[in-house]
């Protein structure tokens, strides 16, 4: 009797400490960032109207944005030209935090213009990228096409 209940104490022992399924599909968070573009709008912009951008992101270290204002973190690039217009941005977390962050980064394009001032019409896509304290670099996300008019 000893015997039996031994072994089914082993087995209940066994399956209460049986890992979570769940847990095991996770992926690992790199430490280069990865982004993706949520949105942008509006999709049809008169000549020098604004275009926002609103950009997720997810670092396995945590080491995006910085203090430096000379530091510009974030790139968009205007297709057509190519023309970078790049932006500094805060610390997304603490510097001594080696954490996974994952948010969202709200972004305004100022003053987009016509590349060919005899047209009146344009079609424009932009491309995104971001690099972190460390000097990675994310994937290059591309807009949709964005109509500019005169």
Aim: include cysteine; charged fraction near 25%.
């Amino acid at each position: 009797m000893q015997k039996v209940l031994f072994i089914a104490c082993c087995i209940f022992i066994a399956i209460s400490c049986k890992k979570d399924k769940a847990a095991k599909y996770d992926p690992i968070i790199p430490n280069e960032p990865t982004i993706e573009l949520e949105r942008v709008s509006p999709q049809i912009i008169k000549e020098f109207d604004d275009i926002k951008f609103i950009i997720n992101y997810q670092d396995g270290d945590g080491d995006l944005g910085d203090l430096d204002p000379d530091v510009k973190s974030l790139h968009i690039t205007d297709n057509r030209f190519p023309i970078t217009h790049e932006f500094h941005f805060q610390p997304l977390a603490p510097d001594d935090i080696d954490a996974v962050i994952r948010g969202s980064l709200v972004v305004t394009l100022k003053n987009v213009i016509l590349q060919n001032q005899n047209a009146t019409s344009e079609k424009v896509t932009f491309s995104i990228q971001l690099k972190d304290r460390e000097g990675n670099w994310s994937n290059t996300v591309d807009s949709p096409e964005i109509t500019v008019n005169k």
